[in-house]
């Protein structure tokens, strides 16, 4: 929908930018399909390359908006499947250059219970399973689990990759918001109909 608007916008400008040229538009010719022609008088009197340059600047200026930052639409804070393991986290989803990227910026759990085998009760969680022995002791709060995602253009968020801290392990994945609003994040190896499917639902920002 937002092609063919971007096109229909564009026609509509040129359309208008000859209808404000007050005497040379007096010649124009409007065909019954709805577009027009210009009599071989009028393209002599001078429309001329210059005035059909300014015209196309027009067009191109009007058009790109309908278009641009689709891809933003990802932006914002989401919450994982509450029944995944580890807690209820919070991702950030933000923007680097042309890319995106998450990182969790709320837990349910954020501390050590006295449950937990591998760390000491009261203290901050951290990447325990990783497996570089260097960053097993970096705080899960802050840890950045989606990296580097590319928007294709249309609806998908794709050749990005995720973080499980619940075995150490980065797997490929793409993203894509579904017809309820739901976050799709797909983790997968190799091809994506050999991964797993988890929905997150946006967080706004009074909750």
């Not at 995106?100 to 349910?108: A, F």
């Not at 894509?176 to 609003?181: K, P, Q, S, V, Y």
Request: with cysteine; proline share 4%; aromatic share 10%.
């Amino acid at each position: 929908m937002a092609a063919a608007g971007t096109w229909i916008n564009a026609r509509f400008t040129l359309q208008m930018y000859y209808a404000i040229r007050s005497e040379e538009c007096a010649e124009l010719v409007i065909r019954g399909d709805g577009g027009y022609h210009r009599p071989a008088n009028l393209v002599k009197g001078g429309l001329g390359m210059k005035r059909l340059f300014a015209a196309l600047i027009i067009v191109f200026f009007t058009a790109v908006p309908l278009s641009a930052g689709d891809g933003d639409s990802i932006l914002g804070v989401w919450a994982t499947d509450p029944d995944g393991d580890g807690g209820q986290a919070r991702i950030e989803i933000y923007a680097v250059g042309d890319l995106y990227s998450g990182k969790i910026v709320w837990l349910e759990e954020p501390l050590y219970t006295a449950a937990d085998e591998d760390g000491e009760e009261g203290q901050p969680k951290v990447d325990k399973n990783n497996p570089d022995p260097a960053q097993q002791s970096r705080p899960i709060m802050g840890l950045e689990l989606l990296k580097g995602f590319k928007f294709d253009g249309k609806s998908t968020w794709k050749k990005g990759t995720i973080y499980d801290p619940d075995n150490g392990k980065t797997y490929k994945c793409k993203v894509r918001i579904g017809e309820d609003g739901e976050l799709n994040v797909r983790g997968f190896i190799g091809v994506s109909m050999l991964g797993r499917t988890s929905l997150w639902t946006r967080v706004e920002a009074d909750d």
